[in-house]
C-alpha cells in the first residue's frame, strides 16, 4: 500500500514539474540511504541521466515563470509530464517494468499497469495545470504566472518529499489539490455566469 502512495504521489507531483520527482528519486538512491531503487530502475541514478534532468528542471523552472512563455511549456509538457509521471508511479512503487525485453510480455504480464497509472495521474494534473495558467495570467495581466509557477514547484517538491519520506501524508495533497482543483472550477462556472448578467 505505502509503495502504491509513493508512486501515487510522486506520478502526481511529476504533472506539476516533470523533472523534479525523478532528479530528487534518483539523487536520493545515489547519495543516501533513504531510497533504494529496484534493479531495473537503477539508470534513475546515473550521473548523466541526473544531469540532463537538473537542466530539464532549470529550464522547466525558467521557462514556466515568464507569461506566455509558460502556455508554450504546457504545450511542450503535455508529452513530458505524463511520461515522467508513469516513469515516477513504476519505479516509486518498486515496479520492475522498464527492463522490457518482449513487449507483447510487457502487454501481457501487467507489468505496464503502474505506468499507464503513473501517466493518468501526471496527465490529470498537468490538465489542470495547463487549463488554469492561461486564466491566471489574463486576470493577473501575467504577474500572476511568477507566483503561481513557484507554488506549483512547491507543492511538486512537497508531494515528491512525502511520497519518499512520509507516504501517508500523499493522500493528504492528493486531497487538497483535488479540493483546489473543485474550487477553480466552481470559481470560473461563477464568472461565467456573473458575465451575462454584468454586460446587461
Known amino acids: 500500500m505505502l509503495e502504491l502512495l509513493t508512486g501515487a504521489g510522486l506520478a502526481t507531483a511529476s504533472g506539476l514539474n516533470a523533472a523534479l520527482p525523478l532528479l530528487i528519486l534518483g539523487a536520493l538512491d545515489r547519495w543516501t540511504p533513504l531510497v533504494e531503487l529496484p534493479?531495473?530502475?537503477?539508470?534513475?541514478?546515473?550521473?548523466?541521466?541526473?544531469?540532463?534532468?537538473?537542466?530539464?528542471?532549470?529550464?522547466?523552472?525558467?521557462?514556466?515563470?515568464?507569461p506566455g512563455v509558460d502556455s508554450v511549456n504546457d504545450v511542450v509538457q503535455t508529452v513530458v509530464r505524463p511520461t515522467a509521471g508513469g516513469l515516477a508511479f513504476g519505479a516509486?512503487?518498486?515496479?520492475?517494468?522498464?527492463?522490457?525485453?518482449?513487449?507483447?510480455?510487457?502487454?501481457?504480464?501487467?507489468?505496464?499497469?503502474?505506468?499507464a497509472i503513473g501517466v493518468l495521474l501526471a496527465l490529470t494534473v498537468h490538465t489542470g495545470k495547463a487549463l488554469g495558467r492561461p486564466v491566471v495570467n489574463a486576470a493577473t495581466a501575467g504577474v500572476g504566472a511568477p507566483l503561481a509557477s513557484t507554488l506549483e514547484d512547491l507543492t511538486s517538491l512537497g508531494l515528491t518529499i512525502a511520497a519518499l519520506l512520509v507516504p501517508v501524508l500523499v493522500v493528504v495533497g492528493l486531497g487538497l489539490l483535488a479540493w483546489a482543483g473543485v474550487r477553480t472550477i466552481r470559481r470560473r462556472r461563477r464568472r461565467r455566469a456573473l458575465r451575462p448578467a454584468g454586460g446587461l
Open 92 to 115: 516509486g512503487s518498486g515496479s520492475q517494468t522498464v527492463a522490457v525485453t518482449d513487449p507483447a510480455a510487457f502487454f501481457t504480464s501487467g507489468s505496464w499497469v503502474p505506468v
Open 39 to 66: 534493479e531495473s530502475w537503477q539508470w534513475v541514478s546515473n550521473g548523466w541521466v541526473l544531469v540532463v534532468l537538473g537542466g530539464l528542471l532549470l529550464l522547466e523552472v525558467v521557462a514556466d515563470k515568464v
